[in-house]
Each structure stands twice: as C-alpha cells, then as structure tokens.
C-alpha cells in the first residue's frame, strides 16, 4: 500500500544538526511532491517546504532563513529533511507528506519524527 | 502569509450531534483549503480538500463548504471515533498555512 516510513527519533544539542529520512513505497516516487510540516507541542502544524521528488525542485518556507535544505534519492524512494543550527523552538513532531497535485491537500503522511533539542 | 483562524478553538458536543466548525483566512484562498483531522499522537488525516471535495474512503457524514475567505466542516451525525481535534489548511500560495485547530471533545 502507499506509505511514507520516517527514521526514528532524535535528540540533539542546540547548534546541531538533524536529518529526517522519509522513505516512500507504494506509488510512483518521481511523480510527486514531498512535504515536510512540523508541530511543536501544543502548537498548530508549520507547513516547512517542500520538493518534487523527480525534479528535486525545492520550495521552503522563509521563516527557516537559510536552515532549512530537502533532497532525495530516487534509487531508494526516500526524501530527506536536513535542519541545521538547532535552537530549542525546533523540538517538535516533524511530518513528511505527499500532495497528489501541485496544489493539493496531503493525503499520505508518515508517522512523524519526534526531534527533541536539549543541551 | 495568509493567516488561517478556526472557531470555535474548542466544542463539547455529544454523540449524534451536527457540529460545524468554521475557518476563515486572512485573504482569499478560492477553493484551495483542505480539511485534517488529527488524534493525538497520530499524523493527520485528510478529510475534504479543494474546499468540498470528500477524501476517498471518508464517512459521508463529513462535509465541507465555503470559498474565497469563509470555509466551515460539518460532522452530520457525530460519532465516537470522531473525537479528534480538526485543522483548516490553505494550499492557495507558499507559505501554506494552517489554521490553530479546533478540538472536539465529549460533552
């Protein structure tokens, strides 16, 4: 069936770097685009960006400054998050999902991968 | 970026009940929002997107109106499973933004 599978937790110093994984199966990888949102606790969830996994076209939210970078591998049907300069407001749930059309809703996401950052 | 507000933040209601919530952005949107619905722990579900469109496999008794600024969800008939907290998101143009949620609890 079509799923999004995330990497496993992580903890993290502050000034660090996090890397999601989000390995995709089901479907035809290279014909869609990939999110990543985020939900700090209690708080609405942040739409992060996104890239189109067959052109690797990017798109990121500004509020990210220049942190913030996708790739993939298409050989392995995954999508990657990286997260550089980590401040404690980047604890939060972060969610890969795809969009079916350039401008859709997210109809599969993956389980989430919880990013805590303590010192 | 367009700012995306739900109310009521929080609804009791009981099983059975028709219950609406209402999202409205901070400009227009046309027909690009969606409709989620979240358990805790969970990632989110999508119920309706391009404003009224039902997700495949989603109870009919979800519904979803509205366009340009004023969108609302209806749950006709809400049922246990149905307890959840609902978020509104426009996909119009970047950034996507989402509503703050609103919750549905037990009366």
């Known amino acids: ?119 | 970026d367009i700012q995306m507000t739900q109310s009521p933040s929080t609804l009791s209601a009981s099983v059975g009940d028709r219950v609406t919530i209402t999202c409205r952005a901070s400009q227009s949107v046309g027909r690009w929002l969606a409709w989620y619905q979240q358990k805790p722990g969970k990632a989110p579900k999508l119920l309706i997107y391009d404003a009224s469109t039902l997700q495949n496999g989603v109870p009919s008794r979800f519904s979803g109106s509205g366009s340009e600024t004023q969108f609302t969800l209806t749950i006709s008939g809400l049922q246990p499973d149905d307890f959840a907290t609902y978020y509104c998101q426009h996909y119009h143009t970047y950034p996507w933004t989402f509503g703050q949620g609103t919750r549905v609890d037990i009366k």
């Not at chain 1, 000034?15 to 939900?39: E, L, P, T």
């Not at chain 1, 890969?96 to 109809?107: I, M, Y």
Request: with cysteine; charged share 20%.
């Open chain 1, 1 to 119: 069936q079509v799923q999004l599978v995330q990497s496993g937790a992580a903890v993290k110093k502050p000034g660090a770097s996090v890397k999601v994984s989000c390995k995709a199966s089901g479907y035809s990888f290279s014909s869609y685009d990939i999110h990543w949102v985020r939900q700090a606790p209690g708080q609405r969830l942040e739409w992060m960006g996104k890239i189109h996994a067959g052109t690797s076209n990017t798109k990121y939210s500004q509020n990210f400054q220049g942190r913030l970078a996708f790739t993939r591998d298409t050989s392995a049907t995954t999508v990657y998050m990286e997260l550089t300069s980590l401040r404690s407001e980047d604890a939060a749930v972060y969610y890969c999902a795809r969009s079916p059309r350039t401008l859709d809703g997210f109809d599969v996401w993956g389980q989430g991968t919880m990013v805590t950052v303590s010192s």
